[in-house]
């Protein structure tokens, strides 16, 4: 093998030396037009005979290194506690996580959002930005960022800001919630008295017409006045809001929330956490218990139709009078219903009488999510469908939901510590240098086939992922500094 690769070597040296004669020569003719062109074609003839012993050359050394291994190996075994140490080739960080780890992940994050999620008004002709909401009108519109400070999407996100900030015990990040929570309390009042069909940038929060419109911003604005200072213009907004939930949201005719898209009475997952926790945090806010009644009811109510025991998933939706069910079991809609999931179980009172089932029904959940997460940490779009892709948003709400079962004595920490742990780690290699979030699905529909999901695009940009990844940090700092876990065998135990 070494004879073939002088050899070869030799005839990489004398086409090598062939080329640079042609360079020179090209080099030379740059004056001559016609000449240029005759030794052009020279030295590009001598480039591609240089490839070619170049080719065999790198992959005879490659074939004698992976032999020459397999020699070693077998003139001078280790013994098998040597093997059983070698180091494996893990795709996913493996080992010791350091709460500062977590912070550092999360820090990427905030800077991020901070600089490209701006909280003003501009003129719309000109973008001047407007510096006194009194001077506001039918022209002021939200300066753009990269993200819609009034979409649900970043409703999740001021939760998460909120829970990053709670855990952490770093200010900005609160003041990043509290900022932009508060700018729109002021600029809905500044347009209050306004006739809802005039133009204006708060549409969504003046004149609500769908959940999706309300239920996360409610769970965000009425957390962040449970916990924090916030402007006395935010109360307004919330008891809006909380009457569309309870007297304009469709219903079935036993009250579950539903759509009429894509069929009459259709449920959709999603709306699992569109309202559980808007409801759980209205009842802290309020001090009135029927909205941990109207929660449990509601989680309760759409387990008992798209709850499949069997499997511990949740199928994505489903439709009245349709039989069969095609069952999708969509990473992002189990997420939104483990997320509903740990609300209730976070403040549903301890005697309230659905609680022990409630919590069943999430320790199934887990226990099915659990078996379906993948060796690199993190879970596919489509749960049970190996070949469909490996998605942030469902995963990062899975880490997040087991992560915070495990924190509040609901789930065994010596069972699902690692897991969780795992799924940290994966989701810390999705977020960039400079804080965006990689491969997470865009806004996605019901469906009834698999294409529809399988295909589902992926983007920095789908605001999806941002919240429930703050979400995740928070309660793996929690976590890292309750319990301390290392290396026992080579695999990540608890030790207390």
Partial sequence: MYYI???ILNTFVLELENLSVSLAYLLKSTTHPRKMIAAYNIFRKNLTDLATPLMILFLSILSVHTYGQDIIQRGNVPDQGTLRLLKPDYKTPYGTTKPNDVKATLDHIYSYLAEFTPYQLVDKDTKAVILELSKADSKSIFKRGDFNLLHYTWAVTYTGMLEVGAATLDKKYTDYALNRINFIAKVADKYRTI?????NPVKPILDPKTLDEVGAMTAAMAKASNNTSTTPELRPVIDNFKDFIMKKQYRFK?????RNKPFPNSLWLDDLYMS??????LGILTKDTKYFDEAARQYLQFSERMFKHTTGLFMHGWVQDMSPHPEFNWGRANGWAILAETTLLDDLPENHPSRSKILSLYREHVNGLAKLQQGSGLWHQLLDKNDSYLETSGSAAFAYGITRGINNGWLDAKAYGPQALLAWNALSTKV????????????????????????????NFAAHSYGIVLLAGAEAYRFLQKYSYDTSDTSIMRFK
């Fill in 254 to 258: 036993d009250g579950t929330i539903g």
């Fill in 432 to 459: 960039t240098a400079n804080g965006e979030i990689k491969d997470t699905c865009v806004g996605t529909g019901l469906a009834f086939d698999p294409a529809y999901y399988y295909n589902r695009p992926v983007s």
């Fill in 276 to 281: 559980v926790p808007a409801l759980m945090q």
């Fill in 5 to 7: 690769q002088a050899l």
């Fill in 195 to 199: 006739s809802p069909s005039d133009p």
